[in-house]
């Protein structure tokens, strides 16, 4: 198992740009979320989904869009990037109907836009 | 206003000893809460849970204590290595809400 993946890596974005980060995951999970990390803070949740076609907003939606075709992607897009969302993006998914809400992380795309 | 709160951004211990981070939360709703371990450059990996109806939880050589009324929680790690330098998230979860709650974290830096 690949576990949860995350692509690019890197990415630098000038403002005004859009652009996908994509995230998948193999071990068949209802629940994927995405997270974005800032210096000094903790995760900040900015959109959720329990299932294919079920999306939800977290704590910090906006600028930000989700869809969920497939139990395996969660793309996350920037519409038009702006330089409050330079941070580090973490992708996560967990089964849903267990007794542990244990989130299982991608390794992160760090977003700079200028 | 930070729901889940880590007052000590840093955390230095002796390698062999016991390390400590604690985490607070204001939130009476919160009936989850977890610790992650997040490295350098990788994503958060699970460490330990505990259940709001259980005021301990053990697993090895980590454990969570839970004190409801106080609205605190810690990590206890002993004995301490060197394997465990790493950042500690504190998390908590109002129990299918699927929203979890994350503090600013605590690194921590085990000395040999």
């Known amino acids: 198992n690949a576990g949860v993946t995350q692509t690019p890596k890197f990415q630098v974005l000038k403002t005004g740009q859009s652009m996908t980060l994509q995230c998948a995951q193999d071990?068949?999970?209802?629940?994927m979320s995405w997270y974005r990390q800032d210096p000094g803070m903790g995760l900040r949740l900015i959109h959720y989904?329990?299932?294919?076609?079920?999306?939800d907003q977290g704590e910090v939606p906006n600028g930000y869009n989700v869809s969920r075709s497939t139990t395996e992607d969660f793309p996350l897009r920037l519409l038009s990037a702006a330089p409050s969302q330079t941070s580090v993006y973490f992708c996560?998914?967990?089964?849903?109907?267990?007794?542990?809400?244990?989130?299982?992380f991608g390794p992160g795309t760090r977003l700079t836009v200028t | 206003d930070q729901q889940v709160k880590q007052n000590s951004p840093s955390l230095s211990v002796q390698e062999g000893r016991i390390s400590i981070l604690n985490c607070d939360y204001t939130?009476?709703?919160?009936?989850?809460f977890l610790w992650y371990k997040k490295y350098p450059a990788e994503g958060p990996t699970f460490l330990i849970s505990i259940s709001s109806i259980k005021d301990k939880n053990e697993d090895g050589r980590f454990t969570v204590f839970l004190n409801k009324s106080a609205k605190h929680l810690s990590l206890h790690i002993v004995p301490s290595q060197p394997g465990d330098s790493a950042v500690y998230f504190c998390a908590a979860d109002e129990g299918s809400n699927y929203q979890l709650i994350w503090g600013a974290g605590t690194k921590l830096i085990i000395k040999p």
């Open positions: 996560a998914s967990s089964p849903l109907g267990t007794d542990s809400y244990e989130q299982y």
């Open positions: 989904s329990v299932g294919a076609g079920i999306t």
């Open positions: 071990m068949n999970h209802e629940y």
């Open positions: 939130n009476s709703m919160f009936d989850y």
